[in-house]
């Protein structure tokens, strides 16, 4: 029972994605290949699923609602099959074989172990139950209760709700079950990464730290591991949009950003992060034009944005300021400014964030930083350049710096706070600092490449 409905609950989001992704795409020729269009049409399936139950509420009507329209599109879908995805026979048909591999191994290793962490059972399951109790997102599933703040209430609810609704669906709930919203939120991320597929060590090098690099924070439940991994799908794929100039690219990009901000509130500061990162780029590189923008962001692309960043406006605006939901860390208050300068000035609390941030022996950015670093300096040397690992440093720069202003403002004991979150924030600066070094290895690869064929097309100029 638990498969069909499983299996059936994906064809449902891909039918949702499909309503509003396929006329984005370029057709014929220039369409995009299978394993750059399912991730975007999966990825738009989970958001639009997620503006109709904010809309509606209530599970039992999301789902008769969104059923029809994802009926509709699929049946529009396989009339046009062939037309919509073209299949190359000839292809290397090797990184569809890896994508089924490692699905199928993070599968059944998801639903293995039930819920047993803290986090993971204690806020994002925590609010899934609660809105599987409620039959609704709406206020009867006591988001405002005094005995659920420590909760972390006002947290996106795209996981939540996903679990709420398969459970819903399948009329119980244990703690196996609602762990398949962490593989649903998986699928996309595991086809983005080999839509970067090469027979080189540069891939190799990406596929070993994404996503069996952060396998652990992948299967407990804990969102930091998504957030890590999407914030690093982003800056890849704007990466190979500024080398490649494909629309595609840039429309995926901004549906992760949209994604990661309904995961955890992480996920809205690093989309607005990201953006700030790429408009850099392209003011320092001079490669972005006004009119380059206006040919990408038709009217339906601009309708299309809109309905994507319309659920974490609704929930992080809307529903948190009618229901009073309110942060933990106190962001933006008069205490909280207080706090980050006498910490700032003591001359212990900043040093103490630095040390546990970037040298501390769990984190691994300042590996991540060494091996970029490094990476840099051969490039430099081999007098190859580059912009597309730009973004991805930027990101990491600002996103630091962002967590140490947070970590200063922390209403916490400040010790308690680190110990228990540094390791997890950090991962999403190592993982842009490895998705830059990858574009960096890509590069060098390129030109060993290109020096080899050299020294073969001409074997006697070194005699000479």
């Known amino acids: 029972m638990f498969f069909v409905v499983s299996g059936s609950y994906i064809i449902y989001l891909f039918g949702l994605g499909c309503l509003i992704t396929n006329p984005l795409l370029p057709k014929n020729d220039k369409q995009p290949p ?3 269009k399912i ?8 958001l639009v699923n997620h503006l109709i139950l904010l809309l509606v509420q209530s599970l039992t009507f999301s789902l008769f609602i969104g059923g029809a329209i994802s009926g509709c599109s699929l049946l529009w879908f396989f009339m046009r ?13 090797l990184p569809l074989v890896a994508i089924a591999f490692i699905l199928l191994l993070y599968y059944f290793t998801i639903l293995y172990d039930p819920l047993w962490e803290w986090d993971p059972r204690s806020i994002w399951f925590l609010h899934s139950k609660m809105i ?3 039959g609704s997102l709406n206020l009867e599933a006591g988001w405002n209760h005094p005995s659920i703040q420590w ?23 244990n703690e196996y079950a609602p762990k398949f919203s962490l593989f649903l939120i998986l699928i996309p991320a595991i086809f983005w990464i080999f839509s970067f597929y090469s027979r080189r060590f540069s891939f190799l090098f990406l596929v070993l730290v994404f996503p069996f690099g952060l396998k652990n924070y992948l299967l407990n439940g804990w969102m930091d591991g998504y957030i890590a991994f999407y914030s690093a799908i982003s800056v890849l794929l704007l990466g190979r949009y500024l080398k490649e100039r494909r629309s595609i690219d840039l429309i995926s990009a901004l549906s992760c950003l949209a994604l990661l901000s309904n995961i955890k509130n992480e996920g809205i500061l690093i989309g607005l992060v990201v953006t700030v990162s790429i408009v850099i780029t392209g003011i320092l590189s001079n490669t972005f034009k006004l009119s380059e923008f206006k040919k990408y962001f038709s009217l339906y692309r601009v309708g299309w944005l809109a309905v994507i960043v319309t659920p974490c406006i609704l929930w992080s605006v809307f529903y948190k300021y009618k229901w009073h939901l309110v ?7 008069t205490e909280a400014f207080f706090r980050m300068s006498n910490r700032f000035s003591d001359g212990i609390s900043f040093p103490l964030i630095l040390k546990e941030t970037f040298f501390h022996d769990e984190s691994a950015v300042w590996l991540a930083f060494t091996i970029f670093l490094v990476s840099i300096i051969w490039l430099t040397i081999s007098k190859r350049y580059i912009i597309s690992w730009v973004p991805a440093l930027i990101t990491a720069i600002i996103y630091y710096c962002c967590l ?19 390791p997890r924030t950090m991962l999403t600066i190592s993982s842009c600092m490895i998705a830059g070094t990858f574009f960096i290895l890509k590069e060098l690869e390129d030109s060993l490449i290109v020096g080899t064929y050299n020294k073969d097309s001409h074997p006697g100029e070194d005699a000479g």
């Open 34 to 36: 299978l394993m750059e």
């Open 39 to 46: 991730p975007l049409i999966l990825t738009s399936g989970f």
């Open 81 to 93: 099959l062939e037309k919509e995805f073209i299949f190359d026979h000839h292809k290397d048909w």
């Open 132 to 134: 599987w109790s409620a």
């Open 151 to 173: 909760s972390h209430v006002d947290y996106p609810k795209l996981i939540p709700a996903l679990a709420a609704q398969l459970s819903h669906i399948l009329g119980y709930w």
């Open 327 to 333: 942060n933990d860390l106190q962001i933006g208050t």
């Open 404 to 422: 140490l202003i947070i970590y200063l403002m922390t209403p916490s004991d400040l010790i308690w706070h680190l110990n228990t979150s540094a």
